[in-house]
């Protein structure tokens, strides 16, 4: 979460979007800048001990002990960036609905939604836990109807942070490396990007040790 964010604050300088995925070397769960705490912890497996930690940008818990995470970082004055949020969630997940088509899986994206039963604080704020039910331009299985990609994002002076996940129980059997190529192949053209491959940019050390001790501590754990 802390590396997501600092991509966005602190990448050189450039007129072009970044897209990383990257894996979990434990089980972990993170929830919302937004949700309570007491909410998320009610809601977390009893059975297992879970590292837990507040994202940067909005949305519901998010279990990633089996999924796909991703993160899109997008300039300032990039159209997408300027663009109202429920526009660029729809263009980076018929982005992704687009790479999951070409690899014979049934998606789509959401383009109606009702309303969620019950009041806001019964479901956390209104964000509740992912993937228990499909929001508009979510991505889900054309057959079923079943949510198989949610996503969170934050605007600042720096730009857009996209934050996605694929719950990969939800779809069938995947190369999930052919499906980082095609969905990194289907931004390029959703964004009118030029699609090039870079090395991972060299932070600040302080500044990354400092972001992400702040992301692993209590007070920004139990911020709300």
Not at 61 to 82: C, F, K, M, Q, S
Not at 102 to 109: D, R, T
Request: hydrophobic share 40%; charged share 25%.
């Amino acid at each position: 979460m802390a590396l997501d964010f600092l991509l966005l604050q602190s990448y050189p300088t450039c007129d072009a979007a970044r897209f990383r995925h990257y894996d979990w070397f434990a089980t972990a769960f993170t929830f919302g800048y937004s949700q309570r705490v007491e909410f998320v912890r009610a809601n977390l497996p009893a059975e297992e001990r879970v590292e837990l930690c507040r994202r940067p940008t909005g949305g519901g818990i998010v279990d990633h002990r089996n999924d796909w995470t991703y993160a899109l970082a997008v300039p300032r004055g990039h159209p997408v960036e300027e663009s109202r949020a429920t526009e660029s969630y729809r263009l980076v997940h018929e982005a992704l609905a687009v790479a999951l088509v070409e690899l014979g899986q049934p998606a789509e994206v959401k383009l109606d939604c009702e309303p969620p039963p019950g009041d806001k604080f019964a479901l956390g704020l209104g964000l509740g836990v992912c993937f228990r039910r499909a929001e508009l331009y979510d991505v889900v299985n054309r057959d079923t109807g079943a949510k198989v990609a949610g996503a969170a994002q934050r605007r600042n002076k720096r730009g857009l942070l996209f934050q996605g996940s694929i719950d990969k129980t939800s779809v069938g059997a995947i190369d999930w490396d052919v499906l980082q190529k095609r969905f990194a192949a289907a931004l390029v053209v959703a964004l009118a990007e030029e699609g090039v491959e870079t090395p991972w940019p060299e932070f600040n050390d302080d500044e990354a040790t400092g972001l992400v001790e702040h992301y692993s501590s209590t007070k920004w754990l139990e911020y709300r």
